[in-house]
């Protein structure tokens, strides 16, 4: 069963890791690899009070952060441990955050990196492309009327 948890403060190192290891793959495709710099851009802006873990029993499966803008909400992140990739977790955590933006009638923004497998996550499920630069795709998806 998945749950949703508010982070705290002292999450962000553990968070900071399964970030790296949810990249790796995708960092590595394009050269990019560098685990410590991934856990610094992370950990440099860690809030836990948009930071949400996701645990599946009581195992941290994954986690997202959305950032309420003036006029949409930003996806910052969301990733998934390895072992709990193509599981349905990611469309659920989808799920809820489209709810929460229909409500406040807000579009949902959101980047890749590009080569990611991500990239055709976020299209299969709405996302429409609204950007790019060297080493992200970036989308949006509008709020449902």
């Known amino acids: 069963m998945l749950t949703f ?3 705290s403060p002292t999450d962000g190192e553990a968070l900071a890791s399964l970030r790296v290891a949810a990249m790796r793959e995708s960092l590595e495709r394009i050269g990019r ?3 410590q710099r991934a856990r610094q851009r992370f950990l440099a ?6 930071t949400w873990q996701l645990r599946h029993g009581n195992a941290l499966a994954g986690f997202y952060v959305l950032r309420p803008q003036a006029d949409y ?5 969301l990733y998934l441990a390895p072992g709990c990739q193509r599981q349905g977790l990611g469309a659920a955590v989808l799920a809820r955050v489209f709810a929460e933006a229909d409500a406040a009638r ?3 923004r959101v ?6 497998e991500a990239n055709h996550f976020y299209v299969r499920h709405g996302f429409v492309p ?3 630069e060297e080493f992200d795709l970036y989308y949006r998806r509008a709020p449902e009327p």
């Open 45 to 50: 802006t860690y809030d836990p009070d948009c």
């Open 33 to 35: 690899y560098d685990p």
């Open 5 to 7: 948890v508010p982070a």
């Open 106 to 108: 807000k579009s949902v």
């Open 73 to 77: 909400l930003l996806l910052d992140h």
């Open 130 to 132: 609204d950007g790019e």
């Open 111 to 116: 980047g890749a990196l590009r080569g990611s």
